[in-house]
């Protein structure tokens, strides 16, 4: 995808929010739309996305049985009746030729990817009877599962009932955990999953990695684009020049794994030159004066060599963020897991938007809420004998969910008790989880390996049974009520039927439990009943919410000025300037900077992000999207190129300090890079057999990092400490 490109996403989403206005009315006519339907053979049915996990509210068309398009929800707060590229291409992966379509079981070895097509009620007793084999050798906390997302809810459910607590996904330790640590540390309340980041209204808003534009997180980028539009001051911080930068007042090519440095000597400024919110923190702040003292030596001088970043320009962005609060947003970032001092960044940036009196403010990160709908009564789970294996001894104090590598950890070892059974659902942890060895020695110590995927992913490449679920346009899930600006409720519901012997999760799940001998968790014979029953306990209609897609909940204040109550969750009550949990623990109350490592002479950091029209390592199968961009390429600064004699077009290899060799990857030189980093869009060099059609283009940086950083508090694993040297073909 070319700049160009890029910058009309950008525009068309500023469109969207050009017309908000109108939304009332469109939403109006959609619905009326879909209401009037049958006559001309055209149903349009309300469903929400899952290429990835913002999960937009959509409405998808579909004439004589066949999809054929997919839309944005007029009526949904997360896609404001627009989804972004990936979400208009998703029914692509209904049509994929390469999916899974039965049942399978493994005829040779794990990861030769050999296969017999079998029954579902044949793979449901293999994996139930190894199930009850391993719960009477080792215990039920011996079969670990990894989860991803929604649709996964009825598989922990049956889990749980069985007698595990160890559930863990990439989600926390790959992603947004150590940020979300950080924030809680000092608010008692995370980022959310959904962000609570109020971009529309800031008046300044600094991105730090962030690559809003590229990471299509649709209702940030929507958002950013309005931002952008009412002329909001930006500020990008990053090693390349995003297309963020791009629309920035202030772009600050720092070097890699510093941001630290920085945010210590921006609050330096701001405290020196008393440019925060001293009502706010005198009312809501504890240990500032302390947080003050520690932080003096930090000046932009002394930040300076670390970071690349002249002092003056820290100083003039530290007054440009004062000039706006508190409408001053200091986005928290998501894919935080970045060098192993991952929670303390996160820390540092929560410090930031806490001087800035951001925190419960418009224009900073406001209050969220959810509609709260009761669970379906069911019988109490067992309570687990043993507590959960990837933190043992609680060596990282602050993880507050499970650590997926802390699982693959102790399945290796065998300590602190043995894991011999994985239930791997709607994750590819062959992409997902660094150091893929680990992850196979990992494998190797399992009686049973379970995969649910939709399509022969590289982890399902290793299964002992591989079940094939119905695809999201083809499947009820639970309903989907995070918290966010505007409460709600959506429904995801199926808008064409599975082509073969595929199953929605919800199904498998169940009889999973059936044939384990939970039938008595599943009080229900099917999803409707199960949905209708949960609505009907809230208050609300399964008719109207399968009629609209979406159920707005009464709107409560976002901001304190209106009277969202500021409550802060920690133990002081207040917001934590200087952290007591912290100083107790053994760690810095206040975050410090140390240097980040740096790599052998002649070598670059491997840094990775997204591409607009691709989730992680899911949609490369998927033709509709693989049209826009069917490769991916290695950005190299243009004066490194042409020392190496290499220009745009190229083909090269990457060699990590570890000897891993990728596949061939394009080269696109460009002066939009610091010369000591190389950057490729993550998800790519597939290779999984079954994936013929995304198998071998481009190159993956899972099998370049080798190497990663463990942060002390959570458990993250910091993955950007990877140098690769450059490999010209012969
Ligand atoms: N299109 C698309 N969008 C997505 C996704 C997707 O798969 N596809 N995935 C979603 C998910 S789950 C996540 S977590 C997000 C991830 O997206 P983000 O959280 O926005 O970003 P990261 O992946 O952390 O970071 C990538 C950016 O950080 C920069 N960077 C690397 N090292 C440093 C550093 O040391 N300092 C600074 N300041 N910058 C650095 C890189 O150059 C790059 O621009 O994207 C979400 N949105
Ligand atoms: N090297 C590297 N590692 C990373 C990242 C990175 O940028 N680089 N990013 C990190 C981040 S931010 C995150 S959030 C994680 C994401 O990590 P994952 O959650 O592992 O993301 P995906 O690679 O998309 O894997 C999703 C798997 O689910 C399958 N799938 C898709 N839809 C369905 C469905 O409806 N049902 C079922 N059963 N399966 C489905 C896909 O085919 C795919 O195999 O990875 C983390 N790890
Ligand atoms: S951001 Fe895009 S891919 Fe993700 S749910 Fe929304 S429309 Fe789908
Ligand atoms: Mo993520």
Redesign the pocket.
Known sequence: MDQVSRRRFLKISAGVIAAAGAAGAAADRVLAGARSAAQSGLKRIPTFC?VC?WQCGAIASVRDGKLWKIEGHPLDPLSHGRLCPRGTGGIGAHSDPDRLRSPLIRVSERGEERWKAVTWDEALTFIAERMQKIKADYGPESFAAFI??L?GTFFKHTLRAYGTNNIA???FA??RGPRDVGFTLTFGDDAGALERTDIENAQCLVLIGSHLGENMHNTQVQEFATAVGKGASIIVVDPRFSVAASKAKFYLPIKAGTDIALLLAWMNVIVGEKLYDKEYVDKYGFGFEQFAAEIQPYTPEWAYPETGIDPETIRATAREMARYRPATLIHPG??SSWYGDDAQRGRAIALLNALMGSWGRKGGLYAPSAVAVPAYPHPAYPKPAKPEVDNPNNKYPFANENISTGIREATMTGKPYPVKGWLV?????M????NQAETIRAIQQLDLLVV????P?E??GYADVVLP?A??LERYDDLHAEPFKVPFIALRQPVVEAPDDQKP?WWIAKKLAEKLGLGVYYPWNDIEEYLAARLKAGGYSYEDLKRDGIILGKQPPIYFEDGAPAMFDTPSKKIEFFSTQLQKAGFDPVPKYTQPEVGAAGSYRLL??RAPVH????TQTNHLLMDLLSENAVWINATEAARLGLKSGDHVRLRNQDGAVSNRILVKATERIRPECVYMV??FGHTAKGLRFAFGKGAS??EL?TRYKTDPLMGGTG?NVNFVTIETEA
Do not use: K, W
């Not at 659902?425 to 942890?429: E, G, P």
């Not at 992409?431 to 660094?434: C, G």
């Not at 989730?615 to 899911?618: A, D, H, K, V, Y």
């Open positions: 899952n996990f991803h997302g649709g996904a990439p989600s790959q992603c998501r894919h659902y709607a994750t590819n942890l992409y997902s989880l660094p649910v995927d939709v399509i992913s982890i399902a679920e695809n999201y999760n990775f992000g989730s992680f390592s899911r993550h998800g940086d899972s990092i993955m």
